[in-house]
Nanobody, 124 residues
Framework: QVELVESGGGSVQAGGSLRLSCAAS????????MGWFRQAPGKEREGVAF????????YYADSVKGRFTISQDIAENTVYLQMNSLKPEDTAMYYC?????????????????WGQGTQVTVSS
């Protein structure tokens, strides 16, 4: 069992930045995937950004490309989501995920482990 603990959420004005962190309780080996989903009230869950551990290949939703950056620290079993140029539509609960065998990165059912979530609120 792997526990994922997110941190770094908060409230910010539009145009601001936040950095989310997700620490895994166990080593997430190379080739496995970690990333972030988000869900706003009344909206469907949305895949935001994902990375393959060890390889570093990253994938983003079109809505965040050029503004968000996902990165990893394998030694610390941690992934980060740097969010810049935040918009009110980025307001959501952000969930960290980890999966062993992920074929479709943006499919939430591919992930074995989920964090409790961290709230991001962007005001206009």
């Amino acid at each position: 069992q792997v526990e994922l603990v997110e941190s770094g959420g908060g409230s910010v004005q539009a145009g601001g930045s936040l950095r989310l962190s997700c620490a895994a309780s166990k080593h997430i080996g190379s080739g496995k995937s970690m990333g972030w989903f988000r869900q706003a009230p009344g909206k469907e869950r949305e895949g935001v950004a994902f990375i393959y551990m060890g390889g570093g290949s990253a994938y983003y939703a079109d809505s965040v490309k050029g503004r968000f950056t996902i990165s990893q620290d394998i030694a610390e079993n941690t992934v980060y989501l740097q969010m810049n140029s935040l918009k009110p539509e980025d307001t959501a609960m952000y969930y960290c995920v980890a999966g062993s065998v992920v074929v479709s990165l943006f499919d939430p059912y591919e992930y074995d482990y989920w964090g409790q979530g961290t709230q991001v609120t962007v005001s206009s």
